[in-house]
């Protein structure tokens, strides 16, 4: 099994997701596409951005500003994320300005 990973800028939301067969088809799947945030991100440019891990199944993921943050207003676009493997986290981990960590509850 491979897992791929992601990083999420704060005030960044998930939007559509993907899979081989195209956008990700919850009645087809019977769930939801296991997406899980992990407690680790990284600073750079002055911007945390969370690393979140993805299962196999995923290709792609798309990711939008949340309706009330700033970066809304100044963008107001989507975008589709690059997956990267472990070796590729760990790459941009020791890269980073900063490596932070936060308390999830769950």
């Known amino acids: 099994m491979s897992v791929k990973y992601f990083f999420l800028s704060d005030g960044w939301i998930i939007g559509r997701v993907w899979e081989f067969g195209g956008i990700w088809n919850e ?25 979140y891990r993805v299962e196999e199944a995923v290709l792609m993921v798309e990711v939008k500003p ?11 676009q989507v975008v589709l994320k690059r997956l990267i493997d472990a070796e590729q986290v760990i790459e941009r981990l020791c890269q980073a300005e900063s ?8």
Do not use: C, Y
Request: glycine share 6%; net charge negative; no cysteine.
């Open 99 to 106: 490596v932070v960590h936060r308390f999830l509850e769950g």
């Open 27 to 51: 009645v087809v799947w019977r769930r939801k596409p296991e997406i899980e945030p992990l407690n680790m991100g990284i600073v750079e440019h002055q911007q945390t951005l969370w690393l």
């Open 66 to 76: 949340m309706a009330d943050s700033p970066t809304n207003q100044t963008i107001g």
